[in-house]
Structure formats: structure tokens, C-alpha cells
């Protein structure tokens, strides 16, 4: 599918550094689009703009930002004025374990920051230029903890759902203005940041069996463009969220992934 | 029920001033505790203690506060410091209708400070203390648009959902620190604001037809507090969940309460 034709020349990965954002830039460089690629670590980053010019003859361009400070929407808006801007997908996430009380407020506002703030101001930046133009698309990303909510890691599954109900909003709201808008909510995927946080014992060991290749989620994303506005990526987290859905209640749902952290 | 012996003296209303609020602030101070009236309208409150105070034979007090002012949960931090504080429940919240980007950025942001930010402040720091004093009761409120998403209200919506979610996680984390926690999912609920906000049409006049009382809506928390984390308020409510839940996709409960605001 040539992207750029569709959408715009440029599309901007909101923490491409590693795992699914960087899957997300290699697919959209596949189909012809320049992605901007967004992170803390300009040196990964770097790497990863030559691998993706020499692999797909696209340019790419760095911008290197942390997503937690309270500027950081400004000043991709402000970096990325010059380019025809066609899509945008926000990967970022930040979290940290404990109870709710334990972690500073300080650090939760961090978390608050990447995963609700920045994100706001970003699709709703995006979305007018989207609706102006009558193109663009936009790829959000949510996660299993957004639904069953997420116990010792409770920002990061509020913040997960936030971003899944935002997002379905709008992707309704834009059907026919020529925007395609969706959320896809994620399972275990082998990502550097999830093969580092796994749990022990047995969940731990499942988790992993379970999990799906970066290139596999993405995929399977492009190929729900235009069908699915909330995608749960992957049949076997399908299943596990209509068991979820059909014989859980919202406690047990919590319990069920409290119990995943506790281990 | 004597709230004041099992939680402390004085419980926090955030959102007092009528509807929901108002009727939680008159449940407390049936069970003895003093409720503190936090809201904008400074003579409906000062009404409202008067009336609390000679019916239920409590001490209330008010303090007048924009909740959408970034200092609004230091502030009722600071002016509650002297009272034995055990129990807050926060009913605020504030929406705007429209397509995303067809609201101001600023707009967005004062939503999120009322829906998100200051409630994560107020809660974080409660249960900082109800921690220490190994006791405390929170109750906080959702919505059906927190389930659903909720187009041209996406940002009412996904902050309902993070508080929903947030909230069923730190009630797993604190199940046995003597805290309870809890989060109602409230559908219509015949408040000043639903009725002022309703859309016309026969879907209006449904809304209104199975709207609770605010009475009964308080009624049936207290009635499960201890029992279930949480909670959708109202059978009817139950059955609507557990059909969006059993029967359609995201995507169809989203075009659903879509076509709900579209009338």
C-alpha cells in the first residue's frame, strides 16, 4: 500500500526508538512515507534513521524529546511545521510498579504526562490539521491492562484506558471526514521494555509463550485500516478479552492482573 | 451505618453542590460524619451545610474552589489539614460536546484538570493518609460513557474511563489495608446537569425514563461497599453493560452512544 499517496509525506512515531514504534516507522518507510522518529535516545535513533533510509530509500528525520516534560507536544508541533503531515502514531509509555500512594506524585505526574497530556495535545493538534485536509490517519496504542485495569501499575492501565476511549471517540466522530483513526489494544508483545519487565514464575514464562513478534501486531493493524476502529491485536488476546468480557466481573478482571504483578 | 466511627470524622465531596454530590454529602452526615462542600457556587453550598447541619446534627464546611484551576487539589489539601480526614469522594467532573478538535486545546485542558489531574492529586494523597491510618473510605464515580467511549464528549468519556480504571486498581491494591475503595458506574441519573444536558428525541425521553434517583444511586453504594470494588449502579444498568459486553464490539457501542449525542 503506498501510504504517501494516501495520507501525506511525512508520519510522525511517537516513541519509534525500539519495539512497536520502531516496527511502526519500518512499515510506514515500506510504504513510502518519511517517518519522523521521536524518543530520549538520539543515538539509537540515529541508527535506526540510516537503517531506515538505506532499507526503504525514504529520508527520515530525529527529533529527540522527552515525552515527559511539559513542553514536549510544543516542540514536535513546532519541529515538524514545515512537513505535510499524513499520519501519527503514539506509542510512548512510561510506568512504574507499586501502589497507587508508594510512588511520588512527582512520578506519577511524569506518567500522567506521557501517557495522557502529551498524547492529548498531540491528536488534538494532528486531528485539525487531519480535518483541514480531509486525509491522514492516525494509530494509537492501548493495552490489556486498559481494560482488565492494571493493580501496582495502576497509572500506566488508567492512562492505557484513557487513550483506548479517547481514541474510539474520535475515530467514530471522523469516519467520514476522510481520517482513519484507530486504537489497537495490545497483549503481551516482544518488545525490549517487555522482555526486561516480565514477572517470574509460571505467568511469566506463559507471557512470553503468548507473545506476539513486533511485525506480526503491525501487520495486522494495517490490514483493520478502514474496518476496525478499536482493534484488540491478535486472536488469542481476542479470545482472552471475550472470556474477560462474558464471565468476569470488573473485580475479578483486576484481581486476575493483580495477581500477574504480585507474582 | 456510623461512617464516623469506622472512617474517621470528616469526609471530602468533591463536587457538593448538588446532584450526586449533594446527596452523598446528606449520607455521610446521616453516619455522623461532617462532609467538607467543595464546589464553585459558594451560596448553594453555604445553603446546603445550613441544611445538612440542622437535619443531621453535624458540623459541614464549605470551601469554594475551581477544580479546574491547576493549585485546585493543594488548595483542599491545605484547608483540610486540621481535620481528621476519612473519607473523599469525588463526583466532579466537567464536559464539553463537540468533535475533538473542534474544542479549544485550552478547553481540553481544563477538562482534563477537573476529570484526571486534580482527581489523581486528591486521591493520591488520601490514600497516602488512610494508608498510614489504616483506615478510609473512597468512592469515586464513573460513567456508562467511561464503558462505551463517547463521541463529541471523547474527553468526558476517556477521563470517566480513567477513573474508573484507576480507581478498580487501587481498590485490588488496598483490599486488605483496611481501606475501602470503591468506583460506581453511574448511567443517567436524574441530576441537574443530566437534565439540562439531555438530548431531545425518543432517546431523551428514554434517558429520562430510566434515569435513578440520586438517593437511590447513594443508597445502593453504601449497600455494596466492602462487597463489590465496582460497582454499575442500577440493574438496568447491568443488563445494558453486560449486553454492550456480550454482544457488540467496541466499535458498535462506540456508533451507539455516537448516535445517542448525534439526535
Redesign the interface.
Known sequence: MNLKEKYGEWGIIIGATEGVGKAMAQKIAKGKMNPVLVGRRGEKLEALKKEIETDYGVKAKVLVCDLSEVDAANRIIKDTTDLDIGMISYVACLHKFG???DTS?ED?KKM?QVN??TF??L???Y??IF?KKKKGLVVNFSSLT?IT???????Y??????????T???????RNDGIDVCVATLGSTKTPSFLSNLPGGEEGQAATDRAMDTDDVIDEIFENIGK???LVVGETNRETVKHW??DM???E???Y??KFYER
Open positions: 501502589k497507587l500512594q506524585l506519577h500522567l495522557v497530556i492529548l495535545e491528536f488534538h493538534h486531528m485539525g480535518a486498559g485495569s492494571s493493580p501496582y501499575n495502576a497509572q492501565g488508567a492512562g492505557k484506558s484513557y487513550i483506548k476511549k479517547l474510539e471517540a474520535v475515530a467514530y466522530e471522523a476496525v476502529r478499536s468480557y462474558e466481573s470488573a473485580d478482571q483486576a484481581e492482573m493483580g
